[in-house]
Structure formats: structure tokens, C-alpha cells
């Protein structure tokens, strides 16, 4: 089974959040499922760097009045499609942003133009290499479907995954024309109150539509997490599907971490002592009993920041220690690093973007914060499980699908791997945290919700054998 996957960014290349994590290690989990996939993404400055002589594939002539052509190559692993159109993606800046923090002003035709290539690509224009399906994620690859229902390839089912309905790619109706679709293009799919919808025009064009954990596919069916589009998703409820992501269990395994200081397994946690000194000396903390708490995440509201800001004081003042790794809006930071100057020792912050750092904090600290107020699925609870990093979690999305709360009847049942709060707020977590501290000074209970989340499968092998199920049957089933 040939599938093309087409993402605006892909781990270990480029990646601002876990849809790099997916696009990254899905194709590698499937190929035990007989399914090939290859991938299409841009080709920014950070991609053709690490990447090692890339061949030219095939010269696509202009795209949106731009010159355009078309790499490939191998890259651990993955089978990559690079389209190398520099004036939309040789520029300074991330893939979305700019560096001073503003979208990139063109960003509906940057990521229009990769769409429509990845349609040309279902249509054919590989010589020798035509997908089964066409595997889209989030708004800036959501335009596929929609060029290959309206311009070619009607004929290849389309399967759209949702990383998170918060993100939708709206922008000026003005650009319609320019986008070289069919005039009733625009109220059939892309027209939304107004303006252009660029994850609506997916949502209605995709044969499929899934997301990644089963809680938040029927979350977004529900005005307050349809983030505007529940509407519309309810008139795909029969092609809606919820796979809960994996992790790569061979970049995330504490046993040969190179990026931790002491590796270990869930028989041998006190190595973990070893990581929660380092990281005591990368922030500047005390390295004592407290139990180490640490965050590792985007700053923003979705996050729950603003809840953790308001519960820092008690967690201090019960004998706890903060860690924090992230980055995000201004506000939230300025808090956070108001925070560390209040209870110097006892909470340390970083801002920006750090993965060996992001592996230690795992490796090291007693457990993870994530006061997510929506969560689609969320990978830093899985990590936290891997690692013997206990998870307090908002019950939200993949975090209710991931962790076993430990109520009393799953602590008696040996089967609690964390903490599930409700509601999101911060009377929630200041609750869950009181019961985080009972059980970290009960020492027995903690033990064994490490060892049991060290033994939970986090992996990608159910995952995938879930999306190599669905690809089967979208094929199947034919247009
Ligand atoms: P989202 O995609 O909404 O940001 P996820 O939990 O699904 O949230 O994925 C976040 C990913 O980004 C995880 O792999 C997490 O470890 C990583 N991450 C987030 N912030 C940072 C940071 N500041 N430094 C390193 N890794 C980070």
C-alpha cells in the first residue's frame, strides 16, 4: 500500500510541536504493516541542510507564479519529497512565523502551493509512483484534498487527520481567486463566515477524517471544543475517526537515552537520582527529597499556563520544587520567570526551545504537569509514562484516554499510572497536587504507578495498525 503523507513539518527536520512527532514516526511504524509511505513537506532552509544530497526529481515550473521543483531523498528512514520552492520557503524565520513572531504574510499561498503539489503527485506526476492515498495533516496540508476533489485525482481517497481544531488556516476571502480553484469551489468548501477556512475546506473535501485520541473526536463534535467547526464536523460524524498517537519508543527510551545523564529501567528508578541532579544543576535548584515537578510545553492558554502560574505558592510552599521548559506568549512567560525570582532554589525556569534538555527534565523529575484546557492528544504524558514521570493531567482529550487515574480502586487494582484532574481550573490542580504529595511521601504508591506506566504501551505499534486498518478501508471502499 502506497501512501503520501504531506505535512508542513516532520521531526526530526523541522518541528514546533507534536505533528512533527506524527508525521516523523508514523511512516517508519507502518512500514511493519506493509504500508510505504512517502512524504511531501517544504523544503525550508533547516530540511535542505540536514538532509545529504538530495536528487531532482521532477521540475514543476511555476506554482502560484513561483519557481518550483521537487527533491527527494532518504532521511533515517523516511522517504522524503521535498518541494524546493524558495521564494515561499527560503526565508529566515520558523516554518509559520516570522523572526519577529508575526505569520508569515503569505502563508495561504505557501501552504496552498504545497496542497496543490501533493494533488499533482496523487494525480501522477511522478513517473512510476501514484499513492493509494493521500494522507493530510491540519490546515497546511488540508488543501489537498480540496485541489484533488476540484483540479484532479477525485478518484484517490484522502484521509485528513487533525491535530488540533484550534488551528484553522482562516484567512481573506480575497485570496480566492488566486488559489486557481473552480468558482463553486468557494461556497462548496472553502467559504467560512465570510473569510477562507482553510482545515474547513479539508474537513468537507477528505473521504476521511480522523484525529489523534478518541476522547477528542467526539470533543470536537461539541460547541465548546469544535473551536466554530463542530457544526461542520457533524455532518462528517460517519468518516470520523480517533487514533491516540504513539511515541518513538527508540528516540524516547530511558534504558539508552544519550540525552540523559544516567539511563534506567523501571527496576532500577534510583539511577533516576543521577538526571534529577542534573537537571537541579541546569536550573539552579535545590537538589532535595521535595518532589521535583517539572512542565514541559507551550506556553498558552490552551496549555493551562495561566492555572499553573496561580498554584506555584502552594506547590513551594508544600515542600515541591518547578521546573519549566517552553516558550509561548509573553504574558505567561513573564509570570512563570516571575515565579522563579519569588522562590529562587525552589523553582527554575527556561524559555525556549530545548529537546536534550526536554529528555532530562523526563529522565529526572518525579512528575509532569499538563493543566491542558483541550488537548487533542498530547505526547509529553506518554513520554512522562515512558520515563517514570508520573502525569497530572487535566481529564481532557488523549490525556483521558492515556493515563489511569489513581483513584483508590485503580491504586488498589494496580492499574493507576497518574493523576487526572477535573475540573480545569486552578482549585483542580492544586487538589490533584495534594494528592500528588500523599502519594510521593507514601513511596509505595508512587513506585508502582512508575513501574506501571513504564510498562504501559505507549508505542506507535497499536497506532499504526489502527491507521493501516483505516488506510485499507478508505481504499476499499474507493472514492
Ligand atoms: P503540542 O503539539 O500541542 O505543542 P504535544 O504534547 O502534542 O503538544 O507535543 C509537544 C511536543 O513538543 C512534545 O514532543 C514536547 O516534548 C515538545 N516540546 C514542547 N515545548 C518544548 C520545548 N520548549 N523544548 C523542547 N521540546 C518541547
Known amino acids: 500500500m502506497k501512501i503520501l503523507s504531506v505535512a508542513s513539518e516532520v521531526y526530526p527536520l523541522v518541528k514546533t510541536g507534536g505533528l512533527a512527532d506524527v508525521t516523523g514516526a508514523l511512516p517508519l511504524a507502518l512500514t511493519e504493516h506493509g504500508v510505504a509511505v512517502r512524504t511531501l513537506m517544504p523544503a525550508y532552509p533547516a530540511v535542505l541542510q540536514a538532509v545529504e544530497k538530495p536528487k531532482k526529481l521532477a521540475d514543476l515550473g511555476k506554482v502560484f507564479g ?3 521543483r521537487l527533491l527527494s531523498v532518504m532521511h533515517q528512514g523516511l522517504d522524503l519529497l521535498l518541494l524546493d520552492a524558495p521564494a515561499f520557503f527560503n526565508r529566515p524565520g520558523g516554518p509559520y512565523l516570522d523572526q519577529t513572531g508575526k505569520d508569515h504574510p503569505d502563508n495561504w499561498k505557501r501552504f496552498a502551493a504545497l496542497s496543490k503539489v501533493g494533488a499533482s503527485i496523487a494525480a501522477g506526476l511522478l513517473p512510476g509512483w501514484r499513492p493509494d492515498l493521500v494522507h493530510a495533516h491540519d490546515w497546511q ?123 534506567y529501567t523501571a527496576t532500577s528508578l534510583k539511577k533516576r537520582l543521577a538526571n534529577r541532579k542534573a537537571l537541579a544543576e541546569a536550573f539552579g535548584i535545590d537538589d532535595d527529597e521535595g518532589p521535583l515537578f517539572c512542565v514541559v510545553s507551550r506556553l498558552t492558554w490552551q496549555k493551562g499556563m495561566d492555572i499553573l502560574v496561580e498554584v506555584v505558592d502552594e506547590l513551594v510552599a508544600r515542600g515541591g520544587k518547578l521546573i519549566v521548559l517552553g516558550a509561548g506568549e509573553s504574558g505567561l512567560e513573564a509570570a512563570l520567570l516571575g515565579a522563579a525570582e519569588r522562590h529562587k532554589g525552589r523553582v527554575g525556569v527556561s524559555i525556549g526551545y530545548n529537546e536534550p534538555l526536554s529528555h532530562l527534565m523526563q529522565a529526572g523529575s518525579d512528575a509532569i504537569l499538563i493543566p491542558s484546557r483541550f ?20 481529564r481532557t482529550g488523549g490525556l483521558n484516554d492515556t493515563v489511569i487515574d489513581a483513584n483508590e480502586a485503580a491504586l488498589a487494582a494496580q492499574t493507576a499510572t497518574g493523576i487526572q484532574f477535573w475540573p480545569v481550573s486552578a482549585e483542580g490542580l492544586r487538589q490533584a497536587l495534594r494528592r500528588a504529595f500523599r502519594l510521593y511521601h507514601d513511596g509505595k504508591s508512587w513506585t508502582q504507578m512508575q513501574k506501571l506506566g513504564m510498562k504501559s504501551d505507549v508505542s506507535w505499534g497499536r497506532s499504526a495498525a489502527r491507521y493501516a486498518e483505516l488506510f485499507r478501508s478508505l481504499i476499499s471502499k474507493g472514492p
Open 66 to 68: 513561483e519557481e518550483a
Open 141 to 263: 496540508s488540508s488543501m489537498t484534498s480540496v485541489y484533488m476533489r476540484y483540479i484532479q485525482a477525485p478518484e484517490i481517497p484522502s484521509l485528513l487527520t487533525v491535530h488540533n481544531i484550534a488551528f484553522q488556516g482562516q484567512f481573506s476571502a480575497e485570496h480566492f481567486s488566486a488559489l486557481e480553484l473552480p468558482p463553486h469551489a468557494f461556497m462548496e468548501a472553502m467559504e467560512y463566515y465570510g473569510t477562507l477556512s482553510y482545515l474547513k475546506a479539508g474537513l468537507v473535501t477528505a473521504h476521511a477524517i480522523s484525529t489523534v485520541s478518541p476522547s477528542y473526536a467526539e470533543e470536537i463534535l461539541t460547541p465548546e471544543f469544535g473551536m466554530g467547526l463542530d457544526g461542520v464536523i457533524a455532518t462528517r460524524s460517519d468518516a470520523l475517526y480517533g487514533i491516540t498517537n504513539g511515541i518513538d519508543a527508540a528516540i524516547w527510551n530511558p534504558s539508552n537515552d544519550p540525552l540523559i545523564r544516567s539511563g
Open 375 to 394: 488537548e487533542p492528544c498530547g505526547l509529553t504524558q506518554l513520554y512522562g509514562l515512558r520515563y517514570g514521570c508520573i502525569p497530572i493531567v487535566a
